[in-house]
């Protein structure tokens, strides 16, 4: 199986077990507890149906849209995940290059593997800075001063993750960062030469945005939850996300919100986004589905802030879905990532080529265009055909109304 076999989410998924270590693949693929709710995700969009118009003219589809303050292709960009070294030696180098060439917006992470500077340097398009509160406050505050000097567009403060979900799948597998040789990894590196090649030749693994300011971001080896409980502070409260949303004084997004409360609140605090998300089903199993959420939120809120999805999207279909619903835009994470791990920069162009398609088509299916629906829905009463018609024609002389010279 090669790049080019790939149509869609299963196909990366995978190609990138075939490609990846064990202990790194479940990192993705996994989720919290009994997986219910990472399963429930993806599940939730099968209980909506699309109900498609006809006879539209849907030659020209606008898919664009304005989220985060820019002006964006599609609406579907990459969430932003951590550690894309760990599944590309080219890191977030590779996924970045990708999405600004689809002209969507690139999220990087605080955990991220390549630092701000550079993905500034790299990518000139939209870019958000995914933010997690710190113990130590001046570390907070030293990244967003250093997303606003590398131009980043809007800032993502990720707020449901103030302890570690129990993520035994890499209990079992013995995830670690940066990645361990155990006994029980061993065998699992050993089956996979290219990545354990490329990943002992290239730069050594590192979490470039916070090496230099503690040694838990260096090369000590700690699971990724370990670092959560440590370092993330699970005192966060309304009035630090307040805080951060006037620091940043821009386009900012507040993740994890999953009940109408806090989603009016995030409007009081001055967020102009909320992204409707259960951290991928990583964080509490048995939490709702984003998707299952998604009117209700959208419905309180109104347009006094934008609506975004992350969870589950795996299809165009799945964006049309939460559209159709009132999301701004989608965001999805687990396939872009199988789809780096698949073929680096090229795998992640691919995967959202084929998203872009997917929802080309699926709204020319559904006559999704708003322009053409706008002026049917003034024509079609002119449409009517008149009983008295001859054969073959819509129109009937009408009787002289009246007559000047």
Excluded at 3 to 20: G, M, P, Q, S, V
Excluded at 21 to 44: K, M, Q, V
Excluded at 130 to 151: F, M, P, S, V, W
Excluded at 235 to 251: F, Q
Aim: hydrophobic share 35%.
């Amino acid at each position: 199986m090669n790049l080019k076999d790939c149509y869609n989410f299963e196909d990366f998924r995978k190609l990138a077990k075939k490609k990846l270590p064990s202990p790194i693949f479940h990192y993705i693929d996994g989720g919290s507890d009994d997986e219910t709710t990472l399963n429930r995700n993806t599940e939730a969009f099968n209980e909506y149906d699309l109900i498609p118009n006809v006879l539209r003219g849907v030659e020209d589809v606008d898919l664009s849209t304005t989220v985060l303050g820019e002006k964006i292709d599609f609406p579907l960009f990459p969430s932003a995940t951590a550690m894309h070294r760990l599944y590309h030696h080219e890191g977030e180098r590779a996924s970045t290059r990708a999405v600004e060439k689809m002209g969507t917006i690139f999220g990087t992470s605080t955990m991220g593997t390549v630092s701000i500077e550079e993905i500034g340097k790299i990518n000139k398009g939209p870019k958000s800075f995914q933010l997690y509160i710190h113990k130590d406050r001046g570390l907070t505050d030293n990244l967003i001063e250093r997303c606003k000097k590398a131009g980043f567009t809007s800032l993502c403060l990720t707020v449901d993750t103030v302890v570690a979900g129990n993520r035994e799948r890499d209990r079992r597998s013995g995830f670690t960062t940066p990645p361990k040789l155990t006994l029980g990894s061993l065998l699992s590196f050993a089956l996979h030469p290219a990545w354990t090649i490329n990943h002992l030749t290239h730069e050594k693994f590192k979490l470039a945005n916070i090496v230099h300011m503690t040694e838990k971001g260096s090369s000590i080896e700690k699971s990724v939850m370990d670092y959560i409980n440590e370092q993330f502070d699970p005192a966060m409260n309304w009035k630090d996300a307040e805080y951060c949303v006037k620091k940043w004084n821009g386009p900012f997004a507040l993740k994890g919100v999953m009940s109408v409360e806090d989603a009016k609140k995030a409007i009081d605090i001055g967020c102009t986004a909320v992204i409707v998300s259960n951290h991928g089903g990583r964080q509490l199993d048995g939490s709702r589905a984003p998707f299952d959420q998604l009117s209700e939120i959208v419905d309180a809120v109104g347009d006094k802030i934008e609506v975004i999805l992350d969870g589950g999207v795996r299809r165009g279909t799945h964006v049309l879905k939460a559209l159709s619903l009132g999301a701004k835009a989608c965001s999805f994470g687990k396939g872009y990532l199988f789809a780096l791990a698949a073929g680096g920069q090229k795998g992640v162009e691919k995967i959202l080529e084929n998203m872009k398609a997917e929802i080309n088509r699926d709204m020319k299916l559904m006559a999704a265009n708003e322009t053409v629906q706008e002026w049917w829905s003034v024509c079609i009463p002119c449409q009517i055909p008149m009983k008295d018609r001859k054969h073959g024609e819509w129109w009937s002389p009408m009787e002289e109304v009246f007559h000047h010279d």
